[in-house]
């Protein structure tokens, strides 16, 4: 697989089913003709690359934004005076993935639904797309403000030439996650590459900012009152590159500054490095004075995001820390009970702390798991981070991978760069002993904006799958990792004596066993096993294996 910043078309043949019942034939002589004169040419005019072809719509990736909508354009306007095909176009810029001759990705799916938005004839695009464009391009298109995409977790600035949208998906208006204007990136070099560096350092920044649910991003060549503005320029003297990034407050204030160097000659790898972070050096400072000003405001002003918020900072690995995220959860419910996220994420907190041994700390909310399952299964599209986060409590209660792996699949083409999806889908493939797409979703979590709370589980779950997989020193140092960052975190200490057992350094092995029992103490593999996750398979038979030559106790087999 490989991923890259792209312009993404979409487009579809307004009315086609109603055209082919009416004349099949002159539909399919009209289409053909269209396709063969106006569609195929004008793409690849504009160097665009037809990766899907639905026959009545088409999906097209350009390398810059330009490109996709001086190609959309030209081809609304040799349309116009056709008597019987027309379309629609939506257009996004973001980051795909490109996997088996296929794309997938955010902007695929972001693409999909402006296009949807559009009246035919019309060219309907994101705001990440029109910033990128010259002020030759810019006055063609009329903004209509921030609308909610079908089957998409946050609203987008949406854009218009050819008459109006189209009414996005009502959802309830966000309040309480911080809000973000990036502004693009300036620079001062008359160099090509360097200028279209800039732009390309703006699109990433929003895909990795705009990726997680804890905020809201969007790009803006003017800072919005009461949200945080993160301000970047790119200086170039020869072949050295330097980003110089400065991060404010809402009110003003300065918060983080950033200095990042390269080289042109080195400028993707540089623009991928640079770019992450930025990304999450700059939302840590960002989140971390957020919370602080929640956690100085009444209980009783707070909005349900700002309880959902509270919940992942205060979240963490021992019992405690999740019934803490609990009772914050269970506020955002009462005021947000249309949220299916909120819910899913309760659940997912109350059934990892189950598969942690942590039950009796959250023993209030384990009845609540029916209703919190209806509520998501009711409220949440197909594709969303509460689906992923309600297949993991699933796993936990069935120890059935049949009923999991169809809902991993759909949740990782949809939303590949979505924290909470790669996370739940991490731990899912680990506990049904699946460790190379396991460690494949922890590594992706790392190059994506990293929330401080979950880096513990992301490492325990990258030594889990390393274990698995036999790359024990690997292993440890990713358990080692998690376990100075919270050394009451039970996963990474049992992985660790798994590892060391394996490796034949008993006295090791016992020494991390000592340590494990003192947060979880009288563990057995039997215990373990009948209150986790995994489920009986090859791989994971493999880590029990090393908790048994680690010297834990068998312990008695769990009850059929």
Not at 8 to 15: E, H, I, K, Q, T
Not at 87 to 112: C, Q, T
Not at 164 to 185: M, Y
């Amino acid at each position: 697989m490989r991923r890259k910043l792209a312009a993404v078309l979409a487009a579809d043949v307004v009315g086609y089913s109603r055209l082919m019942e009416t004349d099949a034939e002159g539909t399919l002589e009209a289409l053909l003709r269209m396709r063969a004169e106006v569609f195929r040419p004008t793409v690849a005019s504009r160097r665009g690359r037809v990766v899907k072809s639905m026959g009545d719509g088409w999906l097209v990736v350009f390398d810059g934004a330009t490109d996709a909508v001086e190609c959309a354009m030209q081809i609304q306007d040799r349309l116009a005076a056709n008597d019987r095909i027309h379309l629609r176009i939506g257009i996004h810029l973001g980051d795909i993935v490109e996997a088996e001759e296929d794309v997938f990705g955010s902007a695929v799916n972001i693409a999909s639904r402006l296009q949807e938005l559009a009246q035919p004839g019309a060219v309907v695009i994101s705001d990440a797309v029109f910033l990128t464009l010259d002020a030759g391009l810019r006055p063609s298109f009329d903004d209509v403000g921030e609308r909610w995409l079908k089957n998409i977790a946050r609203p987008l600035g949406v854009l218009v030439r050819g008459g109006e949208i189209a009414g996005g998906a009502e959802r309830r208006a966000p309040t309480g996650f911080p809000r973000l204007v990036i502004i693009p990136v300036t620079t001062s070099s008359d160099r090509p590459e360097v200028r279209e560096l800039a732009q390309g350092v703006t699109g990433d920044l929003l895909g990795r900012l705009g990726g997680t649910q804890w905020l809201r991003a969007r790009i803006a060549r003017r800072p919005d009152p009461g949200a945080y503005v993160l301000a970047a320029n790119l200086r170039c003297s020869g072949n050295d590159l330097r980003l110089e990034t400065t991060l404010s407050t809402p009110d003003g204030s300065h918060l983080w500054y950033d200095k990042r160097d390269g080289t042109v000659a080195n400028l993707f790898h540089w623009q991928d490095l640079a770019v992450s972070s930025v990304a999450t050096h700059g939302f840590r400072r960002l989140l971390a004075h957020a919370v602080a000003d929640l956690d100085s405001a009444p209980a009783d002003r707070l909005t349900a995001e700002q309880w959902a918020l509270l919940a992942i900072s205060r979240g963490g690995a021992d019992g405690d820390s999740h019934r803490r995220a609990l009772d914050c959860l269970v506020e955002a419910i009462r005021l947000a009970p249309d949220w299916g996220y909120v819910h899913a994420l309760a659940l997912a907190v109350l059934m990892g702390a189950v598969s942690l041994g942590l039950a009796a700390h959250v023993e209030p909310y384990l009845g609540r798991q029916a209703a919190w399952v209806a509520r998501v299964e009711e409220l949440e599209p197909p594709v969303s981070p509460a689906r992923i986060m309600l297949a993991f409590a699933r796993l936990v209660r069935t120890r059935d991978p049949l009923s999991v792996r169809a809902d991993v699949r759909t949740q990782l083409q949809g939303l590949p760069f979505e924290p909470d999806v790669l996370i739940w889908a991490g731990y899912i493939h680990l506990y049904i002993g699946e460790p190379e797409p396991a460690l494949d979703c922890f590594e992706r979590f790392d190059r994506c904006v990293v929330l401080d709370a979950y880096v513990p589980a992301v490492r325990a779950g990258a030594a889990g799958a390393l274990l698995q997989l036999g790359r024990y020193e690997e292993s440890l140092a990713r358990a080692d990792e998690a376990i100075r960052i919270n050394p009451l975190y039970p996963s990474p200490l049992r992985i660790r004596a798994a590892a060391l057992g394996h490796l034949g350094r008993r006295d090791e092995a016992t020494a991390a066993l000592a340590a494990l029992h003192r947060v979880s103490p009288d563990e057995t593999i039997a215990l373990f096993r009948a209150r986790s996750g995994y489920c009986d398979a090859p791989a994971t038979r493999h880590y029990f294996e090393g908790l048994r030559l680690a010297g834990m106790p068998p312990g008695d087999p769990a009850p059929a």
